[in-house]
C-alpha cells in the first residue's frame, strides 16, 4: 500500500504495479486470474483473491484452531503477544476485546494473578496496558528468581 500511495499510482494499474512484487505461487496468480483485465481488479478484490488463491479454503479455520491451543506456557511475555498478533494479523477481524482476553487467559497464572492485583482488567485495559503490564511483572518476577 505504502509503495502505491508514495508512488500515486492510479487505482487502473494498482493489480499491476503490485505484479512486480509477487513471485512463487502469488505470480501465478496474478498471470492466470489479473493479468487479462487488471486494470478492473480492486485492491481489496486483488488482496482477498490472491489470499484465496495461495491458501487453502479452511487455512483461517485452521489459524483459529492454533490461536485457540496459543498459551504463553515457557515463552516470554514478549514472544506470546508476538505469537498472538501474528495470529490475528492472519485471521482478521478479531476485535480488541477479544484480543485483550485471549492473550489475559493465556499468560502464566502468576502473570494473571498480578494484572488483577495491579488493577487491570481484561474486559476494560487496552492491549498495550495489558501486554506492557505484563512484561513488567515477568520482569519483576525474573528479578525475584535471580
Known sequence: ???????????????????YFLDGKAYDFYIQKVSRNEEEWTLDEFYTELFNFCF???YRMQMCKKLDRAYQNDKSVS??????EELF???GSIDERE??????KGCTPIIQ?????DGLNPDIS????????AEI??????????
Open 1 to 19: 500500500m505504502a509503495y502505491i500511495e508514495d508512488n500515486r499510482i492510479r487505482a487502473k494499474r494498482h493489480a499491476f504495479a503490485l505484479s
Open 99 to 104: 484480543q485483550v482476553v485471549k492473550f489475559w
Open 79 to 84: 514472544e506470546y503477544a508476538h505469537e498472538l
Open 137 to 146: 511483572i515477568e520482569i519483576s518476577e525474573n528479578v525475584m528468581d535471580s
Open 113 to 117: 494473578r498480578a494484572l488483577w492485583r
Open 89 to 91: 494479523n492472519m485471521i
Open 126 to 133: 487496552s492491549w498495550d496496558e495489558v501486554t506492557c503490564k
Open 56 to 58: 487453502p479454503l479452511n
